[in-house]
């Protein structure tokens, strides 16, 4: 921050503008009030944005059930009929249930190979409806995907978005 002493006033088209002359004086102002401001730091600044040509591997697709009550993904197994929810102890019939899907894909960075998270939100973006998908041929529709931008987090390796 900045004062400005022995400003010009002017008149142009008929608006006040303020300039600076041969006179102008600037100082950095020191206040210790000021910088103790703290600067706006971005709440995304785990978030990076990534240019990569090809997707290294697949290393899961995983479908699972979601908890009728309380939305949490059910681990067991999906051919059982009756399935529990390990969050809130519900049981409920697998068929009543909502499927889901996540992928893990591995890209390169700098050598070296970096698990990335994609959700159902994304792929569903990505794809269409992902969960009538088979496994295999969502795979292959990840794998063939070529010069994209990935932003994702840094701290938890979920993918946010995907621009092909
Ligand atoms: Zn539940």
Same mark, same amino acid.
């Given at each position: 921050?900045? *004062?400005?002493?022995?400003?010009?006033?002017?008149?142009?088209?008929?608006? !006040?503008?303020?300039? *600076?002359?041969?006179?102008?004086?600037?100082?950095?102002?020191?206040?210790?009030?000021?910088?103790?401001?703290? %600067? $706006? +730091?971005?709440?995304?600044?785990?978030?990076?944005?990534?240019? %990569?040509? $090809?997707? =290294? +591997?697949? /290393?899961?697709?995983?479908?699972?059930?979601?908890?009728? =009550?309380?939305?949490?993904? %059910?681990? /067991?197994? *999906?051919?059982?009929?009756?399935? /529990?929810?390990?969050?809130?102890?519900?049981?409920?019939?697998?068929?009543?249930?909502? !499927? +889901?899907?996540?992928?893990?894909?591995?890209?390169?960075?700098?050598?070296?190979?970096?698990?990335?998270?994609?959700? #159902?939100?994304?792929? *569903? !973006?990505?794809?269409?409806?992902?969960?009538?998908? $088979?496994?295999?041929?969502?795979? /292959?529709?990840?794998?063939?995907? #070529?010069?994209?931008?990935?932003?994702?987090?840094? $701290?938890?390796?979920?993918?946010?978005?995907?621009?092909?």
């Amino acid at each position: 921050m900045y *004062t400005l002493t022995n400003l010009q006033v002017r008149v142009w088209s008929g608006k !006040k503008n303020l300039s *600076t002359t041969v006179r102008t004086v600037v100082q950095p102002v020191e206040d210790p009030a000021l910088s103790e401001i703290p %600067i $706006d +730091s971005t709440d995304k600044e785990t978030e990076e944005t990534l240019q %990569i040509s $090809d997707v =290294h +591997s697949v /290393q899961k697709i995983e479908k699972y059930f979601k908890c009728k =009550h309380c939305n949490k993904k %059910i681990v /067991q197994g *999906t051919c059982t009929d009756v399935i /529990q929810c390990e969050r809130c102890g519900f049981i409920m019939r697998a068929t009543t249930c909502e !499927k +889901s899907v996540t992928a893990k894909i591995g890209v390169l960075l700098d050598e070296q190979q970096v698990s990335l998270k994609i959700d #159902e939100s994304l792929l *569903t !973006k990505m794809f269409g409806d992902v969960i009538s998908i $088979d496994d295999k041929t969502l795979a /292959q529709k990840l794998l063939f995907l #070529e010069d994209f931008t990935v932003t994702y987090n840094t $701290d938890t390796l979920l993918v946010s978005d995907i621009n092909m």
